[in-house]
């Protein structure tokens, strides 16, 4: 079979013919986001720039450019991040009162916990800790007002105990208050070996002999 004449275009079908193959891909120049700031940086600091007689590269300019703009970006995600709202209304919660509403007795929210044992152990954990609290403030370990928190409780109990020579069990205030803070504001559902813990703290508390070390 003999060879074709080469095919010779004429002028308007040749064009077309070129356009369509530099608009392939392979012939687009897209530049990065880097190489655009170094070309702005280029063009208008002639690829340096001097400071007290150092000249300092574009190069170097645009890396801290890039990190500062990395920074405010990643600054911005994690202020409005839904997780972020989430942990801010957490501690928010956990700075409220111990209390939902009216402030019971000791003995009122004692009983409630050993009603609601074994049945709604979240229930008769929030009771059995509200038992000791108000326990505890009976005892004159703590005073109570609609500013207290948990983390108020913990530390300032702990602080009581020690100074009435009460060791606390392995179990004890930071556990408790822990367990608490799950059950409220967690949704932890706790064991009815958790409840039994923080009775017997509660127990203990109750117990505690007064500052002068006579018994109450």
């Not at 300019?61 to 957490?90: C, M």
């Not at 009771?127 to 109570?144: F, H, K, N, Q, T």
């Not at 706790?190 to 002999?209: F, G, K, N, Y």
Request: no cysteine; glycine share 6%; net charge negative.
């Amino acid at each position: 079979m003999a060879d074709s004449p080469p095919l010779t275009p004429d002028s308007p079908t040749a064009r077309r013919w070129l356009s369509e193959e530099l608009a392939k891909p392979e012939y687009q120049d897209n530049p990065s986001l880097i190489e655009r700031i170094m070309k702005w940086l280029s063009e208008h600091f002639g690829g340096g720039v001097d400071v007290g007689g150092v000249s300092i590269p574009a190069w170097l300019i645009a890396v801290v450019l890039l990190a500062v703009l990395v920074t405010l970006f990643v600054v911005s995600w994690r202020r409005h991040r839904p997780s972020a709202r989430v942990e801010k209304d957490a501690r928010h919660k956990r700075s409220a009162t111990v209390f939902d509403a009216a402030r019971l007795e000791a003995g009122d929210y004692l009983a409630r916990a050993r009603e609601l044992r074994g049945r709604d152990d979240a229930a008769a954990l929030l009771a059995a800790y509200r038992a000791l609290v108000v326990r505890a403030e009976d005892g004159g370990m703590l005073l109570l007002d609609d500013a207290t928190t948990v983390g108020d409780v913990t530390h300032v109990l702990r602080d009581a105990l020690r100074r009435r020579d009460v060791q606390e069990p392995s179990f004890g205030v930071p556990e408790a208050s822990h367990a608490f803070e799950s059950v409220r504001y967690g949704h932890h559902t706790p064991t009815t070996a958790q409840v039994d813990d923080v009775l017997a703290l509660e127990a203990l508390v109750r117990e505690a002999p007064s500052p002068s070390g006579a018994a109450r």
